[in-house]
């Protein structure tokens, strides 16, 4: 399966942004998917997973109550949806594809991976 991150940007503190992450390839329903983000320097850190299904979530806590994960399998499309942005969720996104339902934090159990896309917050 191929994973391509979209709708990163440059926004203000306390903005919101929507980011997507397209499949194509194999039957997306098939696929668990995680969001992970990285700084310049340090590694690439979890923020959240999403179940096959799209019924079970999971997310960091250091971004609960703000970042939601969502998906429709028909359109093979996960989607991050970040609200009340922080300088510091400046980062680059990656979603990661794998084989049965985990939708954890670590990142070798990911197959597959998107190219990223830039999130930069302002404040």
């Known amino acids: 399966v191929q994973l391509q991150a979209s709708g990163g940007g440059l926004v203000r503190a306390g903005g919101s942004l929507r980011l997507s992450c397209a499949a194509s390839g194999r039957t997306f329903g098939l696929y668990a998917v995680g969001w992970f983000r990285q700084t310049p320097g340090n590694q690439r850190t979890f923020v959240g997973g999403?179940?096959?299904?799209?019924?079970?979530?999971g997310y960091a806590d250091s971004v609960k109550g703000r970042f939601t994960i969502s998906r429709d399998n028909a359109k093979n499309t996960v989607y991050l949806q970040i609200n009340s942005l922080e300088p510091e969720d400046t980062a680059v996104y990656y979603c990661?594809?794998?084989?049965?339902?985990?939708?954890?934090?670590?990142?070798?159990?990911?197959?597959?991976w998107g190219q990223g896309t830039q999130v930069t917050v302002s404040s």
């Open positions: 999403i179940s096959r299904s799209g019924r079970s979530t």
């Open positions: 990661a594809a794998g084989v049965g339902d985990y939708y954890g934090p670590s990142r070798s159990v990911y197959e597959y």
